[in-house]
């Protein structure tokens, strides 16, 4: 039979168990006050951690630009430096090379100083183009020396050429120049074959032939004459037409030069021409014809079209050179 319950039994037993369940309770309590704990040191841990990596971030940006920049700023101080270098080599270059080597150098090889090799290029351009321009006028069969330098004298202004197209340009103006005075020196031997200078003169530069002959060309008193009398004529002339009168005194003055001039040039006389050498100026034909064969028709033996000129001056030379000797 069971056994029956007897009062306070149930208390008993709780009060048995009571300082087992407080106990467990206050372990239950120190657990979740040391989960608390716990809970918080790590979030005070991610809180620290994040500080920390900011900073370190924050570093890492400073260093990071302060490398950028000096490494900007190095660039930049050997671009300047390179720059200024590169400066001082064109200097130098068209200071003790030759007027317009610098340029030359730039246009082709300059990497700091872009706006120095773009003009340096448009100035190179121009010279090329002039020269060609002065090349092709040189080698034309259409128009004379005195044409031929004057227009290349204009290319020098129209094309604003540097230092190496105005020396390129001067040394076809030379060409011309002497191939001009050559000119004047055979033909004046031409027409003077019986002066009596005609064996030194002959023997003379071109240069220093024409110089001698501005000096003591006895035509040249004739031609300022003919040419003052013409300018006296013209102003004269321009008066009569015009509804403007030039004073009277001055009128006269121009009249009074007319026939002054008129008078003198009467005195000169025109001389005859020597005889020409027929056997000689033959000769000369058949010495040209040989050594220049490019000028001369094969099928007529005749110089081609445009080539008559050059052919007579070659022709004129050599009479010249062989003549009186």
Do not use: C
């Amino acid at each position: 039979m069971a056994e029956r319950y007897q009062p306070g039994e149930y208390f008993a037993k709780f009060m048995e168990q009571l300082p087992a369940l407080i106990q467990a309770k206050d372990n239950a309590k120190i657990r979740q006050e040391y989960l608390d704990l716990s809970k918080q040191k790590y979030e005070d841990a991610i809180t620290q951690q994040k500080l920390v990596n900011k900073q370190n971030a924050a570093a890492l940006t400073y260093k990071t630009k302060k490398l950028e920049h000096d490494q900007e700023k190095y660039a930049v101080d050997l671009f300047n430096k390179e720059r200024d270098e590169e400066q001082e080599a064109i200097k130098y270059l068209n200071d003790n090379v030759y007027k317009g080597a610098g340029t030359e150098w730039a246009a082709n090889n300059s990497k700091y100083n872009p706006n120095i090799k773009e003009a340096a290029g448009i100035v190179l351009e121009n010279n090329q183009s002039a020269t060609s321009l002065a090349n092709t006028i040189m080698m034309s069969t259409d128009i004379g020396i005195l044409q031929k330098i004057e227009d290349i004298e204009r290319l020098k202004v129209s094309y604003n050429v540097g230092p190496g197209g105005k020396k390129n340009l001067d040394h076809i103006l030379g060409l011309l120049d002497t191939e001009y005075k050559s000119n004047v020196k055979t033909e004046w031997l031409m027409n003077n074959l019986n002066h009596p200078d005609f064996k030194r003169l002959r023997l003379f530069s071109p240069e220093d032939f024409y110089k001698e002959l501005q000096e003591k060309d006895p035509g040249k008193d004739f031609r300022d004459m003919v040419n003052m009398q013409g300018k006296a004529i013209q102003l004269l002339q321009d008066e009569s037409l015009s509804p403007y009168k030039m004073p009277p005194a001055t009128k006269e003055m121009y009249k009074d030069v007319v026939s002054s001039t008129e008078e003198r040039i009467k005195q000169y006389t025109i001389k005859e021409l020597p005889e020409m050498n027929k056997e000689l100026y033959q000769r000369s034909i058949e010495v040209v014809r040989k050594q220049y064969p490019q000028y001369f028709d094969k099928e007529t033996n005749m110089p081609k079209e445009k080539m008559g000129k050059i052919v007579q001056k070659l022709v004129n030379k050599y009479y010249v050179d062989q003549y009186n000797r």
